[in-house]
């Protein structure tokens, strides 16, 4: 049971005085508004500092960093398997899609991660869409919410909820599945997955045509959504936005079409591509990125090498003693196995000196990992570039000019979600 | 037009600034010499080779060896879609390099969030301030010498710290190709 | 100090009447209405919110309404990491919520720090706010939410109400005769 630790907080009146007597520009008439960290419309802990001109918006700092929980440092003293876990914490909407990402950057470092079995990659694209659908899901079930549609936020968790069980049936658990590994896949699907997912992609439809109703062609939607923050091709390229921002402002790259990685060259499914780049395009995109992903889905569920219950038990791991972990009938016979066994997990798998950069399309944009690597299991140097942390960086020049009822509908525009702006 | 033409392209019109491009897993990477160049050699990139994207700067610390800081720019193209890994050193008594801000403003917060965990600072960045830990905290915590519990700081009314329970130190292995003694988990000094 | 808890009816003596302590009526109605303050910071959050979505129904247990002002709200449930940048203002919120006031530490980040030994990340909200419930998970199960808010619900059945009010009061009293 831990002490109670006073925390002396400071006059806040005096410091509003004093506050003032520092700024020098500010006008009798300006106002400065603490958008503080706890607000229910800032979709985590973000605080933004808003000057304002009556209702207009003058200025705008955001103040990241309130839920840094130094995942780099700690990224220096963990092996590439240990680090697994924290990579769901980043993106927490979509954490299949960061394990993803995360065992692909590694591999790269490794040089297999195109030579993966395709029994694997095939599961990974799937989680990778169903990701893709639960984020953006939560994303416009928040920023429905926040405009003032509550409906809709009920809708989406009940759909969440099914991918969920999903989640839960493939991994074990619903939200920080940690179901990667590197090379391969925690274990395989179960026999059933497959049908879970058909099953899903049925009701889905149904639910993502009800949500169309309530918001699309809404007149008050529209009105608040349209021609507001708009953001223009060269400022979405300057920023370096990327994920559903960067394609709202006519811009089309998409990860997995111009890089492409694990079996989507072999799917077929289109880029949504806003024209204007306001707040209405991107939601419009995401609504279609989510149909896209269920086209992906079907084409997966229907192309499995394997088939859904793998009775010719393809392998999901890649088959190299010195990146998986050997099964354990072997490593308690044999002592090769053993060996191997032994250095994978009390020094990590083994990945020669060099640097690699791995982006990956994830929901909220590109998560990339930076492997700064001297050898060994542990990296020397991982940097994280979080698609929220980019973003958000727009923030000071697309609000001035807006109402201070626009910041919500900005906010759940940009879609960012402050764990992984923060790591 | 790919990543390697465009390396040697940079290499061309820069000339002795610019080593010779290395590959490694399919990514070129290029180490310039003096860090004080690297607006020109950036601007060049986005001007005349087509690199409009930055996509990230990391930084890495070099603890042990001289110069201590290595900043890393990945540059990509969308039009050509060929990426660009560029280097620099720093050493430890300058901690200082132009910022590249005029070139891609992106690199507003990138710079930030470097100048915040290593400790290196951007000359020409009109608003370089903490940004993932709060204004006034002593320490840089992405060096290699700041360890991972974190050291106690007290600023009455913002926050105050207290190092984590860590038992002894991370029981970790040592990041390199060396022996598998040398390798073995436990808890490690910044000796490396 | 232990109160009845119990309520004592018999409908076929009292027949509409119910015959209670004022103690154990007014916990009755705390405990069945407490109304959270979600301080929903990282990915517990996401489970708050599920929580309070239809399939794991808060509402039946009478917390529907997150309240995300503090002056409105019984109980600050602290979802996720709570950071050294963040306990200031988390001290903040709490100070301005009105008494009676709990607080459910809701994971093991909130709980303990979590699996994040850093030097950003405070380990344990209990270290800047007196905690009632811990909930342990990575996220916890909203199963497991629910379950720390029955057993909230139960402390703040059994706490004694009046004997606070009049102690205080006479507290008062006393200081205003001997001033």
Redesign the interface.
Known sequence: MAQV?D????DSAGRVAKAVDDLPDIQGDRMVLNMGPSHPATHGVLRIVLELDGETITKADPD??YL?R?D???A????YTQFIPYTDRLDYLSPLANNVAYALAVE??L?IHDKLPPRCQYIRVMCCELARISSHLLGLGAFAMDVGAVTVFLLVFTEREKIYNLAEAASGARLTTTYTRIGGLMRDIPPTWCDQVRQFIKEFTVALAEVEVLLTRNRIWVDRLRDLGHISKEMA????LSGPNLRGSG?E?DLRK??PYLCYKDLEFDIPVGSVGDCYDRYLVRMEEMRQSMRILEQCVNKIPGGAANEIKEPVNIADGKVTLPSKEKVLSSMEELIHQF?IV???V?V??????F?HENPKG?L?F?I??????????L?I?APS??N??ILGELMPGAMISDVPVILGSLDFVMGES?R | MTALDQAQKLKARFGDLIAEPTE??G?I?LKIADAEKIFDVCSFAKTQLGF?????I?S??NYGEDPRWTV?Y?LRG?NH?A?L?LKTDVSEEKSELPSILGV???S???ER?IYD?MGIRFSGHPDLR?????EGYPYF??RKD??????PTDL???????????EGG?F???????G?IS???RARTPEE | MQTQSEIGYNSKIEGDVVLTTVDAALNWFRANSVWPMPMGLACCAIELMAVGASRFDISRFGSEVMRFSPRQADCMIVAGTVT??S??FLKRIYDQMPEPKWVIAMGACAST?GMY?????L?GVD?VVPVDVYVGGCPPRPEALLDALMKLQKKISTQPVLQNITALHLLDKKEEVAA
């Open positions: 630790q925390i002396e907080i400071r990241v960093g840094h130094g780099e440092k700690i220096e003293n963990m092996t790269k470092a040089g390229i300057d920023y370096a811009i790259w111009k890089q250095m009390t020094e990590g083994n020669p000196p060099g640097e690699v950069y982006g590109e990339g930076y700064n690597s001297q050898g060994g299991g542990v990296p020397y140097r940097k570039r942390f980019v958000l960086s923060d | 490694f897993r990514e990477s409009d994207y930055l996509v990230d990391s890495v610390d890393v990945h969308l879609g990426e890994r891609w403003r992106t507003n917060w990138h969030e965990m903490r940004i993932l830990m709060w915590p992405l700041f360890p991972l519990a974190g050291k009455p009314g913002v926050a105050f710290t207290k190092p984590a329970p860590l991370p970790v292995t040592f990041p390199s190709s060396a598998a390798r073995e988990p | 050294y940048k306990a200031g720090g030994r850093s030097y950003a990340v380990q270290n």
